[in-house]
C-alpha cells in the first residue's frame, strides 16, 4: 500500500531533505475562515447515527458497534425496538495527518487551485512513515493506527460502520472523490491539541517526490 500527499512544494522539499511535516488537528481544520473547502469541515471528528435495531439483548448487544455508550442491557433484559434520529457522536481533538490512497491528477489539479498545493509525494511504506512521526511525536500521544475515510452524510446504526471511529468519517458532497487515508494521535493525560510542526524525523526516508505541477506552481 501507497499513499499520496499533496502540498505546496516547499513543504515537500523540507520533508524530502530533513523529515519536516505539519500534523493537524481536528479542532483546527474545523476553521472555515482558515482553510479552503477542500480541507475545512465544520464537523471534524463526528459522525450522525439513524436507524432501527430490534430484539437487543445482553448476548447480542455487541453485533451494534454503534450501540457503545449509548444504551447499557444487564442480565436478561432485552429492547424490542430501538430507533434512532440524528444521533451525533464526537470525539475530543486528536492530532490527525491526511493522505489519498491514489493519485489524480484532476484531483491534483483541484488542490493547486483551491489551496496552492502544486506537488504531491508518494509514501512507499506508511507503517514506517507513521512510525517515525510517532517516535518524533513522543509519549505524549497514542498512535491509534490509519484507515480509509468513510463518506456518508447519515450512517445505520445497525452496520457495521456504525462503529467506525468519528475522526474517521466525512460528507462525500466536496471530500469522496479525495480517497483519503487517515493517521490518528491520541493525546494522553490532556494534553492540549494544537497542529505541530515537526522540523525533522525520519520519514523522510519513507517518501519520493511524486509530481509537482509547474503551471499550479506560479499560480499559488
Known sequence: MELFKFCRHEHMLSMKNA???RIGSLSDYRKTDKYGELVSDNFEGSKRLAG???NINSENAHQYPGL???IGIEGGSTIGQLTVTNFVRSVPD???FSAAKEYSEETHKRWAESEGYDSCYRIISPRLFFRAISKVLGPEYKFLGFA???YSDEIDIASSHAGIHPALV???AGYA???EVRAI???INNVNVEPILLQRSRASLYIVEHRTLPIARRLG
Do not use: N
Open 68 to 70: 457503545e455508550g449509548l
Open 170 to 172: 466525512k460528507p462525500p
Open 177 to 179: 472523490d479525495q480517497a
Open 148 to 150: 480509509d475515510v468513510h
Open 185 to 187: 494521535w491520541q493525546p
Open 94 to 96: 486528536l492530532l490527525i
Open 19 to 21: 523529515g519536516s511535516v
Open 52 to 54: 432501527t435495531i430490534s
